[in-house]
């Protein structure tokens, strides 16, 4: 006898990945997105369903209020305004379509995520929902509990604040040549190389540890030489990836992974390299991921603090 599966469990499946995807930006951590869609679903069962016209609006508001408390929990918590941390990274290949690769960055590039860390609680909602997932500002204002006009005055906030912060980058395929040109002057010691693709003002994040602020370093001097520095009492090897959409590459110390590493190019130069070195984080990182990556071509990298999870 076939068994009649509940039309509210159906929905909510069908729902999952997206309301998985709404809350991974907004919380940055997987097991936090994972736990705010467990909770939506708890409320939306307890509610019930009866009348609801739009499954997925609905559902969208009681996860994002969800994750706005959480937000604010956070921020109630903890000193955040001083202590900024990389999102967990989603990796992939290197991408062989632009296009699909240019919409994930926009969406969850770790430079964007790191100006979404800076927003209040409010503002970030306000700007993912609408700006990531066109929610109408009348079902933002409800989550919020404000005015449309309020809601929309938080999103053109941080709407500002995010294109003052993250700058916009190349191409995909100029960004991948640009990266690769860094790798093989990492790999080879090349003051000079790495020198012509650094912007004179990049700035290397390090995300080292959850209870450490990042280690954080400015400059195409002091990056060039960083990244050229010698390390032989290691054997690292790094490969080619997507990390969040940008260009990236992750790194390995006797075959276990070290650091993830994302670039943001703009005008043909790197002007920002942000790295997830956080070994507590980096070991829940499914090794069926990185088994995915090609490994044809691994670049020799124990030159090139720039993946090191101790730079």
């Not at 190019?265 to 790197?270: E, K, L, M, Q, T």
């Amino acid at each position: 006898m076939a068994q009649t599966i509940d039309p509210f469990v159906q929905q909510f499946e069908l729902h999952r990945p997206y309301l998985r995807g709404v809350a991974y930006r907004m919380l940055g951590s997987f097991d936090d997105a994972e736990d705010a869609v467990q909770d939506a679903w708890l409320r939306a069962a307890t509610a019930g369903t009866d009348g609801i016209e739009n499954m997925r609006a609905w559902l969208t508001t009681i996860v994002s209020r969800v994750c706005l408390n959480m937000l604010r929990a956070r921020k109630t918590h903890k000193e955040e305004s001083i202590e900024l941390h990389m999102p967990d990274p989603i990796i992939a290949p290197p991408a062989e379509d632009p296009e699909t690769q240019a919409v994930l960055a926009d969406s969850v590039s770790f430079a964007l995520f790191l100006v979404l860390e800076t927003l209040s609680p409010d503002e970030r909602l306000a700007f993912i929902l609408h700006d990531m997932f066109g929610v109408p500002f009348d079902e933002i204002a409800q989550t919020l509990d404000k005015s449309p006009e309020a809601a929309r005055k938080l999103a053109s906030r941080a709407r500002t604040r995010v294109r003052a912060g993250a700058p916009h980058s190349d191409s995909p395929r100029s960004e991948r040549a640009v990266v690769d040109a860094f790798l093989r002057a990492a790999q080879t010691g090349d003051i000079e190389g790495l020198m012509h693709v650094l912007h004179p003002d990049v700035v290397l994040r390090n995300d080292i540890r959850a209870d450490r602020p990042m280690v954080i370093r400015q400059g195409a001097d002091s990056v060039a030489r960083g990244a050229s520095a010698f390390q032989a009492a290691r054997t690292i090897s790094g490969y080619r990836a997507t990390i969040n959409g940008a260009p990236g590459a992750i790194a390995l110390i006797n075959g276990e992974l070290a650091s993830v590493a994302a670039f943001t190019v703009a005008n043909g130069r790197i002007v920002a390299m942000d790295v997830l070195s956080d070994r507590a984080r980096l070991a829940r990182i499914d090794p069926l991921v990185l088994e995915s990556l090609p490994r044809e071509e691994p670049f020799t990298a124990s030159r090139s603090p720039a993946l090191r999870s101790d730079s």
